[in-house]
Every structure is written in C-alpha cells, then in structure tokens.
Nanobody, 115 residues
Framework: VQLVESGGGLVQPGGSLRLSCAAS????????MSWYRQAPGKERELVAS????????NYSDSVKGRFTISRDNAKNAVYVQMNSLKPEDTAVYYC?????????WGQGTQVTVSS
C-alpha cells in the first residue's frame, strides 16, 4: 500500500487549497479513505472520510461546511477541497486507509494558513 499526498502550501486566511492523495498497491475502489491532520504538539485527528463508492462522506465538526472530500476510483485518488481556511487549520495533512486490519498513512503534506 502506498499513499502519496500533494497540494499543500502556504495560504492566507480565507483562502483555499485542494489536497490530492494518489493510492496504489490495493484495490482502491473497495476501501474507505480518510484525511487526517496533525498540528504541532497535538494528536492526529480525523478530518473527513469517504466511503468506497463515494456516496457517504463524514466530516469533523471543525471543518464541516468548509472542506469537501471526494474521490476518483478510476484514478485511484482521493481529494479534499479546503475553503475558508483558518490559522487553526495549519497542520500536516495525511490521507489514510485501513487494509487487512493495518492502518496506512502517506508521508503527509504541510498546510500553513497565515497572513
């Protein structure tokens, strides 16, 4: 299983970013995919999840209404569109999935929200 995130960067408060995660090594279309984030000094937290077919999406209260998770099973990719970004959204963002009882993560991509 390999997960590779991209799309992070520095953005001003109120701005937007779209993160991507390219997946390989497993049957992507069969698995729930999630985005997590970890801010300095804090535990990793679940941000959003999307079911294998894409019909069910869940969000943490902190991002609901601002972030949108999506996936493209033909491209083995999952995305998160992040709008109205706040300084407290600053973190390393990871995509993740659990395959055969093992949790996998990508290397993460840094998102910094600052003026």
């Amino acid at each position: 299983v390999q997960l590779v995130e991209s799309g992070g960067g520095l953005v001003q408060p109120g701005g937007s970013l779209r993160l991507s995660c390219a997946a390989s090594g497993f049957t992507f279309s069969s698995y729930l995919m999630s985005w997590y984030r970890q801010a300095p000094g804090k535990e990793r937290e679940l941000v959003a999840s999307i079911s294998s077919g894409g019909s069910i999406r869940n969000y943490s209260d902190s991002v609901k209404g601002r972030f949108t998770i999506s996936r493209d099973n033909a491209k083995n990719a999952v995305y998160v569109q992040m709008n109205s970004l706040k300084p407290e959204d600053t973190a390393v963002y990871y995509c993740g999935t659990r395959v055969a009882g093992i949790q996998y993560w990508g290397q993460g991509t840094q998102v910094t929200v600052s003026s």
